[in-house]
């Protein structure tokens, strides 16, 4: 996969090339590309903002700059590519979408800034064929889309083949069932007092399957129902629903 990233702040972006992400693209796995907005400015002062029209708080980022960023980097190199937009009146970003998206050859993400991208810079878009995202990580304000980006590249990057160490974690991490991970243990058996439990230490397979649906079932049921409900009716057999 190839992922190009747009930004005022490029160093925002380093992290991508630490540890596991980091690992992944020295292995070939990923490519991942990052651009000084500022490079397609032409004024002295490299502006990208604007104040907005009708008014309001805060400036709004230049369609000239952006346009013409756009073109350069979606044409090079000249692959599919989804355009993704971080912000906070977008699409909610789940485990589903970035199933969808580890699927893509290339992602190309457009931070913004201020008061966000004029709007125009994604209509040019979509008019032009290209299919352009615009989503969020959360119901939170940030300052900018950099945190989302490298947030929702961490959760698609760890889903490509042969970044994780095991796939069963993909396989079997949070959401991958509809339900959040139960509790995980490892040694001493006692740690201040507190003992594993008894089941997970017992070798016996299936009763350690259900505990752990059961901790699973528990957690989402306490922390997050939307999920239950989300699940439908036929999502819990019987000894789902007596946990
Ligand atoms: N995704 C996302 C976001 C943002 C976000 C994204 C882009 C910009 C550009 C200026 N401010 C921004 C906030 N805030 N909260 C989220 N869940």
Redesign the pocket.
């Known amino acids: 996969m190839r992922i190009d990233v747009v930004t005022i702040f490029p160093s925002y972006l380093q992290p991508l090339r630490e540890a596991l992400l980091g690992r992944a693209i020295d292995r070939g796995l990923l490519e991942v590309a990052v651009h000084d907005l500022r490079d397609w400015t032409h004024d002295v002062h490299q502006a990208v903002d604007d104040s907005p029209y009708g008014g309001g708080p805060g400036m709004v980022m230049r369609p000239q700059v952006w346009g013409e960023a756009l073109d350069d980097v979606l044409a090079t190199p000249d692959l599919p590519a989804r355009l993704v ?4 009146a ?1 699409r909610p ?1 789940t485990q589903a979408t970035a199933h969808a998206w580890a699927a893509e050859e290339r992602l190309v993400f457009a ?7 004029d709007e125009r810079v994604l209509l040019d878009a979509r008019a032009r064929g290209i299919t352009v995202d615009e ?11 950099e945190v ?1 980006v490298l947030v929702m590249v961490e959760a698609v990057a760890r889903l490509l083949p042969g970044v994780l160490g095991n796939p069963r974690s993909a396989a079997e991490d949070s959401f991958s069932d509809g339900l959040l991970e139960g509790p995980s243990y490892t040694r001493p058996e006692v740690w201040r007092e507190l003992a594993v439990p008894d089941v997970l230490r017992g070798g016996n397979h299936a009763a350690i399957a259900r505990w752990r649906r059961d901790r699973a079932l528990e957690r989402t049921r306490d922390r997050r129902p939307d999920l239950l409900d989300a699940l439908g009716p036929d999502a819990l057999d019987a000894a789902d629903r007596a946990a």
């Open positions: 937009v971080p912000t906070p977008g970003f931070c913004g800034r201020y008061e966000g991208i989503v969020s990580i959360g119901d939170y304000v940030l300052v900018g889309g989302a």
